[in-house]
């Protein structure tokens, strides 16, 4: 079939590795101690939703799991749907492993129950000294991370996302084409 895709100039999307998220436990380590990037203990994973009765029992299966999983690890979790029609499943605890760990097991259900390809991004909030908001974005479709800073209604500081790609530099899988460093506004993370 890739023969097939080159000769009629189709191309398919990068499948994410999803142990690359992982990556981000000790990237915020980094953060916190060389730069003064502060955990704000929220994260979040976005996804596309289908009207199906498959989806409708995924969502009451990830709800359970997640109840479960909240019990175990003090994680507050919250399923909801935001004003672009996507879901979002935020979470909030001031163990980052617990949250990155989350996120993960969110991922992978999804993925293991043929919903891969509805995963968007997954959103881990940082501040800065300044008490910017800095997040963090992995973009499931390209298995890569990238900052986003937003500032207001539809407004970003590209400075700060570029001094953040640099000191992230070596810490996390980034993407480097910046035509691919979406905003995701009104983050409910």
Same mark, same amino acid.
């Given at each position: +079939?890739?023969?097939?895709?080159?000769?009629?100039?189709?191309?398919?999307?990068?499948?994410?590795?999803?142990?690359?998220?992982?990556?981000?436990?000790?990237?915020?380590?980094?953060?916190?101690?060389?730069?003064?990037?502060?955990?704000?203990?929220?994260?979040?994973?976005?996804?596309?939703?289908?009207?199906?009765?498959?989806?409708?029992?995924?969502?009451?299966?990830?709800?359970?799991?997640?109840?479960?999983?909240?019990?175990?690890?003090?994680?507050?979790?919250?399923?909801?749907?935001?004003?672009?029609?996507?879901?979002?499943?935020?979470?909030?605890?001031?163990?980052?492993?617990?949250?990155?760990?989350?996120?993960?097991?969110?991922?992978?259900?999804?993925?293991?129950?043929?919903?891969?390809?509805?995963?968007?991004?997954?959103?881990?909030?940082?501040?800065?000294?300044?008490?910017?908001?800095?997040?963090?974005?992995?973009?499931?479709?390209?298995?890569?991370?990238?900052?986003?800073?937003?500032?207001?209604?539809?407004?970003?500081?590209?400075?700060?996302?570029?001094? +953040?790609?640099?000191?992230?530099?070596?810490?996390?899988?980034?993407?480097?084409?910046?035509?691919?460093?979406?905003?995701?506004?009104?983050?409910?993370?």
């Amino acid at each position: +079939m890739k023969f097939l895709d080159a000769l009629l100039g189709r191309s398919r999307p990068v499948r994410s590795h999803l142990e690359h998220m992982m990556s981000i436990s000790t990237a915020a380590l980094a953060f916190a101690a060389s730069n003064g990037l502060a955990w704000t203990g929220s994260a979040g994973i976005c996804f596309r939703s289908l009207s199906s009765s498959q989806f409708a029992d995924l969502q009451r299966e990830l709800a359970a799991l997640l109840d479960v999983s909240g019990r175990e690890t003090g994680t507050d979790t919250l399923i909801k749907e935001d004003s672009f029609g996507y879901h979002w499943v935020v979470l909030n605890d001031p163990d980052f492993e617990d949250l990155v760990t989350t996120i993960h097991m969110v991922s992978l259900t999804l993925s293991e129950h043929g919903f891969r390809d509805q995963l968007l991004a997954a959103a881990f909030h940082f501040e800065d000294a300044e008490s910017t908001g800095i997040y963090w974005i992995y973009n499931y479709k390209r298995g890569l991370f990238y900052p986003f800073v937003p500032t207001g209604a539809r407004t970003r500081d590209n400075a700060l996302e570029l001094r +953040m790609q640099a000191v992230a530099d070596g810490e996390l899988p980034l993407e480097t084409d910046q035509s691919k460093w979406y905003a995701l506004w009104e983050l409910p993370v």
